[in-house]
Structure formats: C-alpha cells, structure tokens
C-alpha cells in the first residue's frame, strides 16, 4: 500500500510504512547515512502529513496481526 500526500503542487509518495516513517523522522546523522531519511524538508513535511491522515486503527491492526502470530503456537 503506498502512502501519499500532495504538498505545494507536488505529490510525494511512500511505498510502506516504513519508508513513510523514516521520512518523516527528524534529521539524524545515522539515517542520513543509512539513506534512511527524507530526501529534502518538503519530504518530510509530506510525510508527517501523510503519518497524521492514517488512522491509528490500520497500524494498530497491522501490528495487533504480526503480534498475534509470533505468540501462536506453530
């Protein structure tokens, strides 16, 4: 599922959220390293846009998932 946000004209889109989380992390040497962060400020600024339109209940769902399956016994 690919998150988006449109900022100033320009569409900015996140593949998974975990790319829409990095980039919307504020700056760390680390991750700039890494190539982990947002590309410019705008990016970020659309990404934190695009974190605040999710609604809690689809990462609480996807997580509440991935957690219920490692505590099942195979």
Known sequence: MAYRHTLGGET???ET???LLAAASPIRSGDQLAGLCAATD?????ARYALADLPCAHSLK???CR???MMLPA
């Open 12 to 14: 900015y889109s996140f």
């Open 42 to 46: 705008a990016q970020r600024v659309a």
């Open 67 to 69: 957690m219920r399956k």
């Open 17 to 19: 959220l975990k790319d």
């Open 62 to 64: 996807r997580h509440w």
